[in-house]
């Protein structure tokens, strides 16, 4: 485990925001327990939930999405330090210009918190019949349930009513169902219904 906290290392001296601990535990232990083989996700950073996802199992497949040029070549450096170049497939790219034809049993959203729903409307045709699309920072730091007045920050305000909306679409959506766990910063999990 040495070289994951020195992944958490480099992630906090260089304000790299990665998944917190209890939100990874979800997610490893939803992967394991849901027996997910493919995994989509949107927003790697420098690799650290990608690598923690595929060391779930040793036929866990994932894809990621990276549009931050100095990230992406981290993340890469840290998938060949793992060893996990045949199991992690990583694009450089704007994941909205993006198409992929594969399909994923989890689509992990973790990218622009204001483009939640632009991610999923992109990349719901890529989700297996019983798979899952989860959404990190559903809570935003605390911001979604702070009165709207408190917020001073307009940048901050506008992601916040982004995610409101997107809870809003998600609670409502006729074709999926979702449940919101109190779980890090607050994770969506949503489902096809029936
Ligand atoms: C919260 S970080 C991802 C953390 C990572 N999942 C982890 O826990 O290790 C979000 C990342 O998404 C990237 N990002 C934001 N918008 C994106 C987009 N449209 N396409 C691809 N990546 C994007 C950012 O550059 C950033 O590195």
New binding site residues.
């Given amino acids: 485990m040495k070289d994951i906290k020195e992944l958490k290392e480099y992630a906090s001296v260089n304000n790299?925001?990665?998944?917190q601990d209890d939100g990874?535990d979800f997610l490893t232990t939803f992967i394991v327990k849901k027996q997910i083989k493919n995994v989509l996700?949107?927003?790697?950073?420098?690799?650290?939930?990608?690598i923690m996802m595929a060391r779930c199992n040793n036929d866990v497949h994932i894809t990621t999405?990276?549009?931050?040029e100095a990230?992406y070549m981290e993340a890469l450096k840290n998938i060949k330090k793992f060893d996990l170049e045949d199991r992690i497939t990583l694009i450089f790219?704007?994941?909205?210009n993006v198409k992929l034809d594969g399909e994923y049993d989890l689509i992990f959203i973790?990218?622009?918190k204001g483009?939640n729903q632009d991610f999923f409307e992109h990349f719901e045709n890529n989700l297996s019949m019983n798979g899952y699309i989860i959404t990190?920072n559903m809570h935003f730091h605390g911001y979604v349930e702070m009165p709207e007045e408190e917020i001073t920050s307009k940048n901050i305000l506008g992601i916040v009513r982004k995610i409101k909306d997107y809870t809003y679409f998600l609670e409502n959506h006729m074709l999926y169902k979702t449940t919101i766990y109190d779980i890090g910063d607050g994770v969506a999990v949503t489902e096809r219904r029936g």
């Fill in positions: 790299i925001p990665i998944m990874i996700e949107i927003g790697t950073a420098i690799g650290y939930s990608a999405i990276e549009k931050d990230r790219n704007d994941a909205l973790d990218a622009a483009k990190d």
